[in-house]
């Protein structure tokens, strides 16, 4: 008998202790990337948002791939068919497949989305299209940032930074640094 509730409170432990596991940050996602099937939508969707530039961009530094093991762990509250309903919302507004669009139509339809995605106004005539791209756009910047070429080469590492400076003369080259995660909220 006590064996028995003894097994019982640990098979409630454990399944607390895997629910407590399932909140997952982005250094676990990309130590758990395995190889993964290529992704054209995706590899699109990088390159708008994050081109190469002087610094290479979300595509290089391998983000489809950060994307997709993020999805599979539920990362952002990202649903397990977000690349495949996005995919299905992006075909049914251009009415074709999004990649085999132009790259000028790729970039208009994809601007119509964000401003929707990233407005307080409701846009109804694009279904679920922003709300999937809000998810997704995170997944896609969380993953550059938090990469080695983003951490290390987009933005600038400080350990432990020096004196405070109030006014700091900024220009275009002037970087961020990597070691601020001070605003950010994962999950």
């Known amino acids: 008998m006590a064996d028995s509730i003894n097994n019982q409170r640990r098979a409630v432990l454990g399944t607390m202790l895997a629910a407590a596991g399932m909140s997952v940050v982005p250094q676990q996602v990309w130590a758990a990337i395995k190889a993964v099937p290529e992704s054209p939508l995706l590899n699109r969707l990088c390159d708008i948002t994050l081109p190469d530039t002087d610094t290479p ?74 709300t999937l791209w809000k998810a997704i756009k995170t997944l896609i910047v969380t993953g550059y940032y938090t990469s080695e070429v983003g951490g290390s080469q987009e933005l600038r590492y400080v350990l432990v930074p020096g004196r405070f400076d109030a006014d700091v003369p900024c220009d275009n080259t002037t970087r961020a640094f990597s070691s601020d995660w001070t605003g950010v909220k994962f999950g």
């Open 57 to 130: 961009g979300a595509r290089k530094a391998g983000v489809p791939a950060f994307v997709i093991t993020a999805i599979e762990h539920g990362l952002a509250n990202c649903p397990a068919t977000a690349l495949v309903d996005f995919n299905k919302a992006l075909a049914l507004l251009a009415g074709k497949d999004f990649v085999a669009l132009n790259p000028q139509q790729q970039l208009s339809l994809l601007t119509t989305i964000d401003d929707a995605a990233f407005s307080r106004a409701p846009v109804n005539h694009l279904g679920d299209a922003p």
